[in-house]
């Protein structure tokens, strides 16, 4: 069973803990909800049955992957060891254990309202988007990263969903989040290029490399950046303009994610291992503890600097 288990990528499942920030925001906009236990019990409830819905739905995604990538992988250096190119897994299983874990992710889903299972239903069809032919997104340039990346707002949306089922989170947050997303997996697409080291082994590994040079992916990572900073911008403007007091903290973020991009052999090729990256980790910890604090905080005399109006948003949780 370990090889069927191994193509699920339970370790991959770490990666739903962007539906957080979702959580998070959604607590924002009703933070009456932290002071009633019985509504944070059924939030917590909530939450723990959406991210076992996400898994499936996720892990359903992973095995349509292993499945359609299995002849290319086995071009490639280290993942013609994975369970289907290596001949571990008996492919008629695979396509039903793709098929059952996304009818139960679907099926949890729908117990927690109709826009979480959209959310969910959206997730699984980009899997499918990104996959299968005749779309097969990944193998078009720009837009494998695009479509990739697009799974982190609906993580977010699914965190959000958790919460509050009837409300939309801003779009600016959205568009902030899918576009950090796609830098972020533009700078492993740059990291398996340069590691590969050779066009034509990484264009039959890859369809996307047959135009990717690193210097192109190099000025997308660039755009993408710059455009996750531009969106961010106007929900910091629109909601919480403390919130740019930790800007710098984040541009220093992405800085240091680019440096790791650019180490030989880079781990952000693999971001499950990217733990193992002590810096980064704690200076992700950093950023995050400094973004929470400023939720808390009102300065007043912000918006009259910038001439920025104050939103009409209170502060995520006030202590009483």
């Known amino acids: 069973m370990y090889p069927y288990i191994q193509i699920a990528r339970p370790d991959h499942w770490f990666k739903n803990v962007f539906m957080l920030l979702g959580v998070v925001l959604a607590m924002f906009y009703k933070p009456d909800l932290f002071y009633d236990s019985g509504a944070m019990t059924h939030v917590l409830l909530r939450l723990a049955l959406g991210l076992a819905a996400v898994c499936m739905v996720v892990s359903s995604n992973y095995v349509i992957n292993e499945i359609l990538d299995a002849p ?94 009837v409300e939309v989170p801003p779009l600016s947050l959205l568009l902030w989040y899918w576009m950090v997303g796609a830098f972020f997996m533009a700078t492993k697409r740059f990291a398996e290029y340069r590691w590969i080291n050779d066009p034509e082994v990484a264009a039959g590994y890859r369809q996307s490399f047959r135009y990717y040079t690193e210097n192109r992916l190099l000025v997308s990572m660039f755009v993408y950046a710059i455009t996750s900073a531009l969106f961010l911008g106007v929900f910091i403007l629109r909601y919480r303009l403390e919130l740019i007091l930790g800007f710098p903290l984040l541009a220093g973020f992405y800085g240091y994610y680019l440096y790791v991009g650019l180490k030989p052999n880079s781990p952000v090729q693999n971001p499950e291992l990217l733990y193992r990256e002590k810096g980064l980790m704690a200076y992700l910890l950093v950023c995050v503890a ?19 109006q104050s939103s009409e948003i209170q502060s995520l949780w006030i202590f009483r």
């Open 72 to 165: 290319t992988d086995r071009i490639h250096p280290s993942k013609c060891h994975r369970p289907i190119p290596s001949g571990k897994v008996k492919l008629p299983l695979a396509y039903a254990e793709w098929i059952l874990l996304g009818v139960l992710g679907l099926g949890l889903s729908w117990k927690m309202g109709v826009p979480f299972f959209c959310s969910a239903a959206a997730l699984l069809v980009m899997g499918i988007l990104y996959n299968v032919k005749p779309f097969r997104t990944k193998d078009w340039v720009y837009l494998d990263v695009l479509s990739e990346s697009v799974n982190n707002p609906l993580r977010l949306l699914l965190g959000w969903y958790v919460v509050l089922a």
């Open 290 to 308: 400094v973004l929470l604090g400023l939720m808390f905080v009102d300065i007043p005399a912000m918006y009259a600097l910038f001439e920025v």
